[in-house]
């Protein structure tokens, strides 16, 4: 049973950082890509970040360069490390992997940035 534990969330002020990890289970997650979305309040889901096999990344246009995601494969944890926050980055944040063909889902932490 694949699982996937968020944690990390919490309240900071506009400006300042806070560092998401998203704890895998079930398998093994090396060779699979891992991903960060967030949903805001009222909000559709929207894609954060991408960290693949090879360590590649690639980001939303609105968090490049603010956030940087990473992977630690021997501990099956991907992070979103989140600096310079916005009001507008509050949301729910989630991990996802796709395993053999289907979407795993974590159940979120909130971030809330306030101004």
């Known amino acids: 049973q694949v699982q996937l534990v968020e944690s990390g969330g919490g309240l900071v002020q506009a400006g300042g950082s806070l560092r998401l990890s998203c704890v895998a289970s079930?398998?093994?997650?090396?060779?699979?890509?891992m991903e960060w979305y967030r949903q805001a309040p009222g909000k559709q889901r929207e894609w954060v970040a991408i960290?693949?096999?090879?360590?590649?990344?690639n980001y939303a246009g609105s968090v490049k360069g603010r956030f940087t995601i990473s992977r630690n494969n021997a501990k099956n944890t991907v992070y979103l490390q989140m600096n310079s926050l916005k009001p507008e980055d509050t949301a729910v944040y989630y991990c996802?992997?796709?395993?053999?063909?289907?979407?795993?889902w974590g159940k979120g932490t909130l971030v809330t940035v306030s101004s």
């Open positions: 996802k992997v796709t395993f053999r063909g289907l979407d795993y």
């Open positions: 079930g398998s093994s997650f090396n060779r699979n890509a």
């Open positions: 960290i693949i096999a090879d360590m590649s990344t």
